[in-house]
């Protein structure tokens, strides 16, 4: 099976950076999209950015020009580096990983989640 670990969140004040983790392990053959999403309380879990494979990005409009997304592919790690921070960016992030294991076809996993509070 795949495991996801997640690390780099915490308590931030309001202007702040924070970076996230996330390292995918297991008898994996390879990884397409990676991304991040957060789920504030009493919302629904949205996307926040994405990468494929190849490189290209994606990013939530609220997240454009202060979040980037990027990854390892000889670490199987994707990485969000989060500056400027709102509080409105306080949430659960949670990684997202499309990953083909040998003779199986590709299925979406996901991390445990990791808390980012962004408060004065």
């Known amino acids: 099976q795949v495991q996801l670990v997640e690390s780099g969140g915490g308590l931030v004040q309001p202007g702040g950076s924070l970076r996230l983790s996330c390292a995918a392990s297991?008898?994996?053959?390879?990884?397409?999209?990676m991304g991040w999403y957060r789920q504030a309380p009493g919302k629904q879990r949205e996307l926040v950015a994405g990468?494929?494979?190849?490189?290209?990005?994606n990013y939530a409009d609220s997240v454009k020009g202060r979040f980037t997304i990027s990854r390892d592919n000889v670490k199987n790690t994707v990485y969000l580096q989060m500056n400027s921070l709102k509080p409105e960016d306080t949430a659960v992030y949670y990684c997202?990983?499309?990953?083909?294991?040998?003779?199986?076809?590709?299925?979406?996993?996901w991390g445990q989640g990791t808390q980012v509070t962004v408060s004065s």
């Open positions: 297991g008898s994996i053959f390879s990884i397409y999209g």
């Open positions: 997202n990983c499309i990953v083909r294991l040998p003779m199986q076809d590709a299925s979406h996993y």
């Open positions: 990468i494929t494979s190849g490189g290209s990005t």
